[in-house]
């Protein structure tokens, strides 16, 4: 089914809801892989620290509702989700920035479970420039727009220094990107028909540091 | 300087301000590349889209103020941050989950510029077992309590596929572990005196994908 089909309307839907429906996906998928039927708003919300109010509301909003004593059947919602979080097509997207993570990003085949496919990706290093990692070829930026007519690709992901974030996003808007899943800590500007998704992993180290500092002195004030 | 010093309280700290401490960074350094001494928060502010009084209320977290006319000085506000966000220490690291994602980290030399060191890695596949990734072994899951109890290693990175995430996080917490990086989409359960800090870049991608979807609506109901 597609959305107007389900009636959903994807600008309603809030990123805080669409955040959690990804948890609800990976713990339904175990449950199906245990051959467990159906699963009650309470079991998820007790297994994912999740209110179970706040569950049966994120399902509301794919119109999705379960029964009562009965719960959710595990293996349509599963497929449900599956398909409206948009991991089931197929989306073809350019790399930018072979180095280390971006040459990592190219050899993590989970994002291909996740529906997103890397055909081909781009840098500026003579050096890696003609090579590939695994199947995918890895091409002089400076074809990029080339390559995107040629190809449709509307979807790149820069993987570049954060120095050079801001100028790739220049190009890749001119070349008719049409989202950005951008991994470097650069806030990038863009027009507002071009979508950028930031993907800061290093951040999130920052934050389990600062955690584990709070542990610290927390275990340090108590021992005074 | 460490944090009594510059009479720092981490646990006082929002994490919003914290998320966006590492963009300042990455600004700065651009900045420092450039060999630009000074910088006012209102050029950070255009720069990176936030409101220049917010940028001066978190640096002020960090005991940081701009001089008047002059702003702050690029070169020690960077070593500021990079020092206060944990980035100049080396935190070791054991790597659970050695495949397609796990390997991808193991090669990400970027980890290592933000004071992450992937000392080990553990997995449960005898075909992976006793061979290595760069420098770095994979030994089997069933030595982590030994191999922790002699490196003394407190932080684990959980790449492993969901439904292994929980059983892994009891194996880690049981093996002194005190802080969880998990990669996975399964929200783990651990004793509180663990940090657990979650990264999904997968739901980052139905983020994107929705807001694909999102602007393509609008754009097919303006044109009707």
């Not at 994807?10 to 449950?31: C, F, G």
């Not at 496919?117 to 420039?129: L, T």
Request: aromatic share 8%; charged share 15%; proline share 4%.
């Amino acid at each position: 089914m597609n959305d107007s089909e389900r009636h959903i309307n994807r600008a309603m839907l809030p990123e805080p809801t669409l955040r959690r429906l990804p948890w609800y996906l990976a713990y339904l998928k175990m449950l199906d892989l245990k051959h467990q039927e159906h699963v009650s708003s309470t079991q998820i919300a007790k297994s994912l620290n999740v209110d179970a109010s706040q569950i049966a509301k994120d399902l509301s909003f794919l119109n999705i509702k379960g029964k009562t004593r009965i719960g959710y059947e595990v293996h349509p919602l599963t497929r449900a989700l599956t398909e409206f979080l948009g991991f089931k097509h197929r989306h073809n997207a350019f790399l930018i920035g072979a180095g280390s993570l971006g040459s990592a990003l190219m050899r993590d085949l989970g994002l291909m479970q996740f529906g997103l496919n890397i055909v081909a990706a781009f840098d500026i290093d003579p050096h890696i420039i003609g090579s590939a990692v695994g199947d995918i070829p890895i091409y002089d930026l400076a074809q990029l727009a080339q390559q995107q007519h040629s190809s449709g690709v509307s979807i790149a992901i820069v993987a570049v220094p954060p120095e050079s974030a801001q100028d790739v996003a220049n190009t890749l808007v001119a070349s008719n990107i049409k989202a950005i899943w951008n991994f470097t800590p650069f806030r990038i500007k863009v027009p507002r028909h071009v979508v950028v998704q930031n993907t800061s992993i290093y951040s999130d180290l920052a934050l389990m540091y600062n955690n584990m500092e709070v542990n610290v002195n927390n275990k340090n004030n108590i021992a005074k």
